[in-house]
């Protein structure tokens, strides 16, 4: 048997998301098509794309699935049992001009699920009415059924997201980051941090579009994104652009739990120019203000330790 996939035209009218690269930082629903393509020779079905925002000034979000695969194929040459890996994606723009810089996660039907299950438990008045597609039994790769809830899952990710206490749920947030977090500090853990350094800046992307720029869950991903670029003995390429992103996001944070990052930040961004060759005057300065207002600057926790005391990771056990 083939791998199968579903696909839909993956062009957009979404607006430019100017927060979403280290060089750029300062309901609608799915309509499934009745003659819909089906491409046995190549396992491919096409559907027709989602439907455009309507004109705005300001950036609208969207989810989307553009496509949605059976796993494992064949040539996996494993007994485990088949599912539809579904993709997501997540763009913030507005109708003229695309987001250059769309995040894309996958995830099972099971994933939706326990996120569905867990706001229904802790938000029954907000999530009432919210419909979501049942188990099948039988026919749960058919073109037509995975088409089918992907159109429903995107209604419901834009049912979340336009209220408060949805979107600010840990249920939603472990949602969106925790297979992405596990899988990037398995590599760091590794000291494989090459490659664990995309998997963050994806996730930092996502997470950037959904909430605030100075909300817990993106400066910590901020944070931990710069930690992996530092950590090695040569720093990532892209170090010293996320480096300069967080030091101007931590200028007018007032969270107490977010500012025990902000030494351990300046330290390894004064680090980081010192290796650089770039002038770090103004970050020492600035960490001798801390110690004359009685802050602590000298053997404190490295970024990577502070984070893990927010966030336990397996990255720093």
Sequence with gaps: MRSAIVRRSSNSTEGI????????????????????????????????????????????????????????????????????NYELRVTLGRYVAPDPHPATIDRRYTNFLMLYNGLRKDHPAQMQGVYFPKKCLMGNFSPDLIAERGGAFEVFLDHVVSHWELRESPHFLNFLQSIELERACRLLDERRNEQAVPILENCFRLLNKIFLDHSKPVLLLLCRLVAACTTSPLPHPSAEEWAEVALRRYESVCDTDLLSLYVPLLQTCTHLWWQKGRDNKLLEDRLRDFQKQGIKVSGTPTLTQAIHTLDPRAETT
Excluded: H, M
Aim: net charge neutral; hydrophobic share 20%; with cysteine.
């Design 17 to 84: 998301d100017d927060t979403d690269s280290p060089d750029s930082f300062e309901q609608g629903s799915l309509t499934i098509n009745p003659t819909q393509n089906d491409d046995t020779e190549s396992g491919n079905w096409r559907r027709v794309r989602r439907k455009s925002p309507p004109r705005a000034q300001a950036p609208k979000l969207q989810f989307e699935i553009p496509a949605a695969k059976i796993l494992p194929t064949e040539k996996d040459n494993t007994n485990c049992k088949k599912y539809v």
